[in-house]
C-alpha cells in the first residue's frame, strides 16, 4: 500500500512535518556524513546582519544558496555549510540607539560604551537566534551552531593583519578632506555607502547678493541650495571665458543665466577674477581676517543658477578641492553632530536646518536677498538613519585604490558572473571605485588598530593580538575583548619608547565581512583549534572552529557565492580587495548574483506603506516550497514581484504535480502494485517516450544547476509535469483503470526522478512525496537519494512527440476558435509541417476526436484584401468603388513584397488590409512552422457521437459527486429521448464501469451502485 494522499495539499503542514522528521532522523547530518570526503564543493556565505527579523527579500539569496548546496550534496560534494552573522557597525549601533531611545552620540557616551557594546551583542545574539529559525524553516540548510560572526577577535585580528599589510606597502594613509557626513551618526560615509542612498528633498533655493568692493551698486549674485554654508563663504567662482553682464539694476549675472534682463555692461568672467566683495556674514569670528575674491572655476555650470558659485571650502568637496588650487581659508562651521562652532556668533549650538530661517532674515535685512524659493531635488542621505547629509571636514583613515585597481580587475576576469553582463558591472565599479575610507567615528565596531606617535612622527599598526600583547604598556586585564572601551585602556609602546594611544575610530563594516575568506578557513594559522574562532564577543554564541591553513588550502577560492547585485560596491567588492592584498587573487570562482524585491504590484516595499512583507509573515502564509519555486522560476537580473498573488498561482500551479502523484497512489493501490526494480512486461510505445522524457528532465535539470540558473529548472520541471499528466496520463488512463502494471511501473518511475531532481527547489514536497512513493529499498530520504546519471537518449521519439503535442495544441486552438467543444467529434483534420509527428497520426486522431487525419499543404486558407480608406480614398476618387468591388469578389494577385494587383493596378502594401482566415467549412491555427486546419461541418454519425461523449461525460460527473470508488460498477437508466444513444452502447458501459443501460420514464440519466467488484477489472 501507498499511503493516500489527502485531495489537496497543506504545504504549512507537510512542511513542519518534514522539518520535524529530518530532525528525528537526522538527514542532514546523515547527508554530511555521506559526502565527507567527497570532492569539495566551497561555498561562502555572505554574512546576513543580525540586527532584525529577516525580510522576505532575504528569503530570496537563502533560497538560491539551499537550491545549489542541496543540489552539490547530491551529487556527492563535501560542502562547509558555514552560516555567516554580520554583528558590529552601524546598522546594529542605530538598531540599540532605537531601542534604547539614544538620539546622538553624546547620550550613548552618557549612556557607557560598556554597557552599549554589551547591548549591541544582546541585539546580534537575539537576532541571529531568530534568523536560524526562520532560515530552518525556509528549509535552509546548514551548519547551525558553527556559524561565523564577524566580531569575534580572531576575525577582527585577520583584519588587523589585512591593515598591517596595507601599512607596509604604504597604501595607509589618513585624508583631510571634505566628505559626506550624516550629523545624526556623527560619522563620515564612505563612497559605497553613498550608492542609491538618495531622496527627494524641498530645500530653500537662495538668490544672494555679494557686494563688490569698491564699485559701489554692483553686486555678484549666487544661487545656493544649502543657506547654512553661506557664513563659511569665502569666494566666488565664476568661468573665465564665459560672458557675463551687469544689469541695470547692478546685479552681475552670467548672461546665459539671466537671459531677460537688460545688461549695461558686459565681460568675460576671467576680467571679474580677482576682484574682492563683501561676504554675506562678515561680521561673526569665524570670518575675522578673511578677504573674499572671486576665483576662475573652468567646471561652472551654466545650466543652473546664476554663472556665480558661492564657496566655502569648509562645506563641499569640490570647495575644498579649489581651497587647495587657490589657497583659500578653510572655515568650518559644524562640529560632528552638525551644529554650529562657537565662532559662528548667534548660529552657535544651531543645526544646519535651524539656521536657514535666520540667514535668510538676516540677507533681507540688509538687502541681500534677491530671491528666496524652494527647490525639489535629490539629495543624498544616510543609509541608515536617512537623516540629509552634510559636508565636513574630517580625517579619515583611507586605503589608496590605485595600486590595487588593476590586480583586482585581473582577478575579476578569472570570475565566472551569472548573469554574467554583470562582470561588466564590477569591472565599472573598479576601474571608478576610489580610496577605501575605512574609519568610521563610532563604538562597536572594528577598533582600528592604529597607533599614531607624536615624538618620532611613526605610525604602528598592530597586526594581532599577540603583537597588542608583546607592546603593551597595560591594561591587559580588563581587555575582555577587542571592541571599545577596553581596547582603548590598553596603551603601546612605541619603537622609539614613547607611549601611545590607538585612534578613537572603528573600522568600516565592509572590512568584517571581507575578510572572511581568511578568518574562517583558517589562512596561515598553524594549527587547529576546537572552537577556536568563538573568541571575544562571539564566545559562547558559536562553535565554529578555527581550521589550520591546509584546510584553508583545500576550500580557497570559494567555487561559488551567491548575494544581491548591490554587494557589487560591497562584500564582492570588499573581500575581492582584501584577497587580492594578501594572496592576489580572487576568493571566489563563480557569483549568482540577483536584483531587488518589489511587492506584487512592482513598488518598492516599505513598513509605512503597508505593503512590506517579512520572511515570518511570507513563510507562516505561503510556505516555504511556493516561495523557494517563486524565487527560482524568477529571472535574477530583473526585479521580483512579491506577493500573495503570485504565491497563490504557483500553489495552483503545484496542483499539477500532487494530482499526478494521487493518480498513481489511488490506482497502484486498487491493483495492489508495488515497484520493482525491472519493468514488470512488455513497455509500450507512450511508456517509451515517458522514460526517455524522465531523462530529457534529469538532463535538463542537471544543466541549469550547472549554470546556476534557476528559471530553467522551473521551465524543465513545469513541462515535464504537463506532458506526464496532459499526455501520459491521459492518454494512458484506460490502462490504469485495468490495472496495467507496466503503466503503473512507468508512472512511478517517472514521478520518484522528478521528486530527485526537483528536491533542491522544493526540498519539502519532495520529500513528503518521495516518502509515499520510494520502493522498499530506496533511501528514505530524497536527499540521500544517488543523483540520477543523464544517459543518452532517444531524441527521434522525444522529438515525435514534441511535435505530436504540439499538432494537438494547435488542433485544440482551432476548434476552441470555431466554438466547437473537444467532445463533438469531427470529421477530417490537415497538418501542414510537423513531419515527425506523422507516425502518430492515431493519437492525433484520438486527442483531437477526428476520423481522418492528413499530413499535406493546408488549402482551407483564404485570403481577404480590402481597400485602406484614408490613403486610397483620396487616391482612387471615383476608382475606389471599382476596386473594392474587384477586391470583394477575389480578383486581384497578391505580389511578392505586400502588395496587391486589382483592377489594372498595383497598390502598395500600406494601401490594402490583408486578412488570412479560414475558409468556410474550416477551423484553423498556426504557429511558426505548423499550420492545422480541421473541418467544423457536421453530420448525424458526427452530432450522434458527440451526444454519446456528452451523455459519458456526465455520468462520470454524477458517479463523482456521489462519490464512488473507482471500481465501482453501476446501473445507468435514460429517459427514453436518449434512446437513440444506446447504438453505443458497449462504448457507454466501458467508460463509465456500467453493467447495464436501459430506458425509463425518467426526465434525467440516473445511476445506480451494482457493488463493487474486485475482481472484475
Ligand atoms: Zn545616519
Ligand atoms: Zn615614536
Not at 565527507?36 to 540586527?51: E, K, L, V, Y
Not at 575568506?517 to 571575544?536: I, Q
Not at 490506482?667 to 517509451?688: I, K, M, S, T
Not at 502598395?908 to 486546419?933: I, K, M, Y
Request: charged content about 25%; aromatic content about 10%; overall charge negative.
Amino acid at each position: 500500500m501507498f499511503e493516500p494522499l489527502p485531495q489537496y495539499p497543506d504545504h504549512l503542514a507537510l512542511e513542519e512535518e518534514i522539518l520535524a522528521w529530518w530532525d528525528a532522523e537526522h538527514v542532514f547530518d546523515r547527508l554530511r556524513e555521506r559526502n565527507r570526503g567527497g570532492p569539495p564543493f566551497g561555498f561562502m556565505d555572505g554574512p546576513i546582519t543580525a540586527n532584525n527579523p529577516m525580510g522576505a527579500h532575504h528569503c530570496w539569496g537563502r533560497t538560491l544558496k539551499d537550491v545549489f548546496q542541496r543540489y552539490k550534496a547530491l551529487q556527492g560534494h563535501d560542502l562547509r555549510y558555514q552560516n555567516g552573522f554580520d554583528c558590529q557597525g552601524l546598522w546594529v549601533e542605530v538598531g540599540v540607539e532605537r531601542e534604547l531611545g539614544l538620539n546622538s552620540k553624546r547620550e550613548i557616551e552618557e549612556y557607557g560604551i560598556a554597557e552599549f557594546a554589551q547591548r549591541c551583542k544582546e541585539r546580534v545574539a537575539k537576532y541571529a537566534e531568530i534568523i536560524t529559525d526562520q532560515c530552518r524553516r525556509l528549509g535552509m540548510w546548514m551548519d547551525w551552531g558553527n556559524d561565523y560572526y564577524t566580531f569575534s577577535d580572531t576575525n577582527i585580528e585577520y583584519i588587523w593583519r589585512f591593515l598591517k599589510e596595507c601599512h607596509e606597502r604604504g597604501w595607509l594613509y589618513k585624508g583631510h578632506r571634505s566628505v559626506e557626513w550624516c550629523p545624526r551618526c556623527g560619522t563620515s560615509l564612505s563612497q559605497h555607502e553613498l550608492i542609491n542612498s538618495y531622496a527627494e528633498l524641498t530645500h530653500p533655493s537662495l538668490y544672494v547678493r555679494f557686494p563688490l568692493e569698491g564699485r559701489k551698486g554692483e553686486s555678484l549674485v549666487v544661487w545656493t541650495t544649502t543657506p547654512w554654508t553661506l557664513p563659511a563663504n569665502v569666494a566666488a567662482a565664476v568661468k573665465p571665458d564665459a560672458e557675463y553682464g551687469l544689469t541695470d539694476g547692478g546685479d552681475w549675472w552670467a548672461v546665459e543665466r539671466n537671459p531677460d534682463a537688460t545688461f549695461v555692461r558686459r565681460v568675460r568672467g576671467e576680467e571679474l577674477v580677482g576682484q574682492e566683495y563683501e561676504g554675506p556674514f562678515d561680521s561673526l569670528p569665524a570670518q575675522e581676517g578673511v578677504v573674499h575674491r572671486v576665483i576662475p572655476w573652468d567646471e561652472v555650470a551654466l545650466t543652473e543658477g546664476t554663472g556665480i558659485v558661492h564657496i566655502a571650502p569648509g562645506c563641499g568637496a569640490e570647495d575644498f578641492e579649489l581651497s587647495r588650487v587657490h589657497d583659500l581659508p578653510v572655515l568650518t562651521p559644524i562640529d560632528e553632530a552638525g551644529n554650529f562652532y562657537r565662532e559662528y556668533g548667534e548660529f552657535e549650538g544651531r543645526s544646519t536646518q535651524d539656521v536657514e530661517g535666520p540667514v535668510v532674515v538676516e540677507l533681507e535685512r540688509r538687502g541681500l536677498l534677491v530671491e528666496a524659493g524652494s527647490i525639489v531635488h535629490r539629495y543624498p542621505i544616510c543609509w541608515r538613519c536617512s537623516t540629509s547629509l552634510v559636508f565636513r571636514i574630517a580625517d579619515d583613515w583611507m586605503i589608496r585604490a590605485d595600486e590595487i585597481r588593476q590586480p583586482m580587475l585581473d582577478a575579476n576576469a578569472t570570475v565566472q558572473w551569472t548573469p554574467d553582463f554583470y562582470s561588466k558591472r564590477m569591472d565599472d565599479w573598479l576601474r571608478n571605485m576610489g580610496d577605501w575610507n575605512i574609519s568610521r567615528s563610532r563604538y562597536f565596531g572594528l577598533p582600528l588598530p592604529f597607533y599614531p606617535c607624536d615624538s618620532c612622527g611613526r605610525l604602528t599598526v598592530v597586526g594581532s593580538l599577540d603583537e597588542l600583547r608583546g607592546r603593551a604598556t597595560g591594561g591587559l586585564e580588563q581587555l575582555k575583548e577587542l571592541h571599545r572601551p577596553w581596547i582603548d585602556d590598553v596603551p603601546i609602546r612605541c619603537d622609539c619608547g614613547a607611549e601611545l594611544k590607538r585612534v578613537p575610530e572603528v573600522g568600516d563594516a565592509w572590512l568584517d565581512a571581507g575578510i572572511v575568506p581568511f578568518s574562517t578557513l583558517g589562512w596561515e594559522n598553524p594549527e587547529w583549534k576546537e572552537h577556536g574562532y568563538a573568541t571575544g564577543a562571539a564566545a559562547g554564541l558559536t562553535g565554529a572552529d578555527l581550521p589550520d591553513h591546509a584546510y584553508w588550502e583545500k576550500w580557497f577560492p570559494a567555487h561559488w557565492v551567491s548575494e544581491m547585485r548591490e554587494q557589487i560596491r560591497l562584500w564582492f567588492y570588499s573581500q575581492c580587495f582584501m584577497s587580492v592584498t594578501l594572496t592576489g587573487k580572487s576568493p571566489y570562482l563563480s557569483v549568482l548574483t540577483y536584483e531587488k524585491l518589489l511587492d506584487e504590484h512592482g513598488r518598492e516595499m516599505h513598513r509605512s506603506w503597508g505593503n512590506a512583507i517579512n520572511a515570518a509573515e511570507a513563510l507562516q502564509n505561503i510556505g516555504a516550497d511556493v516561495i523557494r519555486f517563486m524565487f527560482c522560476e524568477h529571472v535574477p537580473s530583473q526585479n521580483l514581484k512579491f506577493g500573495y498573488g503570485p504565491a497563490a498561482e504557483i500553489r495552483r500551479r503545484l496542483l499539477t504535480l500532487w494530482n499526478s502523484v494521487k493518480f498513481f497512489v489511488d490506482y497502484a493501490n486498487v491493483g495492489g502494485f508495488r515497484p520493482g526494480p525491472e519493468v514488470p512486461g512488455e513497455l509500450q510505445p507512450l511508456d517509451r517516450w515517458l522514460l526517455e522524457r524522465t531523462e530529457q528532465l534529469a538532463a535538463e535539470m542537471t544543466d541549469a544547476y550547472e549554470r546556476y540558473w534557476t528559471p530553467a529548472l522551473i521551465r524543465a520541471f513545469d513541462s515535464f509535469v504537463d506532458d506526464l499528466s496532459n499526455w501520459y496520463i491521459r492518454r494512458s488512463r484506460r490502462r490504469f483503470w485495468n490495472g496495467d502494471e507496466v503503466a503503473l511501473w512507468t508512472l512511478w518511475y517517472a514521478l520518484v526522478r522528478s521528486l530527485q531532481v526537483i528536491g533542491p527547489v522544493m526540498p519539502f514536497l519532495a520529500d513528503y512525496l518521495w516518502r509515499r512513493l520510494r520502493a522498499e529499498d530506496a533511501t528514505d530520504s530524497v536527499f540521500l537519494a544517488p543523483w540520477p546519471e543523464p544517459r543518452a537518449r532517444d531524441e527521434q521519439l522525444l522529438h515525435e512527440v514534441a511535435e505530436v503535442r504540439r499538432v494537438v495544441e494547435l488542433g485544440r486552438q482551432a476548434r476552441g476558435d470555431a466554438s466547437i467543444k473537444l467532445r463533438q467529434p469531427l470529421r477530417r483534420l490537415v497538418v501542414q509541417g510537423a513531419r515527425s509527428a506523422q507516425p502518430h497520426a492515431d493519437e492525433i486522431a484520438e486527442e483531437l476526436r477526428v476520423k481522418e487525419v492528413e499530413f499535406g499543404p493546408v488549402e482551407a486558407m483564404e485570403v481577404r484584401v480590402k481597400p485602406n480608406l484614408p490613403l486610397l480614398g483620396p487616391k482612387l476618387g471615383k476608382e475606389l468603388g471599382a476596386v473594392r468591388s474587384a477586391l470583394e469578389a477575389g480578383e486581384f494577385e497578391q505580389l511578392a513584397g505586400g502588395g496587391v494587383r486589382v483592377n489594372g493596378r498595383e497598390l502598395a502594401p500600406e494601401e490594402v488590409l490583408v486578412e488570412r482566415r479560414p475558409r468556410a467549412g474550416w477551423a484553423l491555427a498556426e504557429d511558426d512552422a505548423v499550420t492545422v486546419a480541421v473541418t467544423t461541418e457536421l453530420d448525424d454519425e458526427l452530432r450522434l457521437e458527440g451526444r454519446v461523449l456528452d451523455l459519458i461525460h456526465q455520468l462520470n460527473s454524477m458517479r463523482k459527486d456521489a462519490g464512488l470508488a473507482l471500481t465501482d460498477r453501476i446501473r445507468v437508466t435514460l429517459p427514453a429521448s436518449l434512446a437513440d444513444l444506446l447504438e453505443h452502447a458497449d462504448w457507454i458501459k466501458e467508460e463509465v464501469l456500467a453493467t447495464e443501460i436501459a430506458t425509463d420514464s425518467v426526465s434525467e440519466p440516473e445511476i445506480e451502485l451494482q457493488g463493487s467488484d474486485p475482481e472484475g477489472v
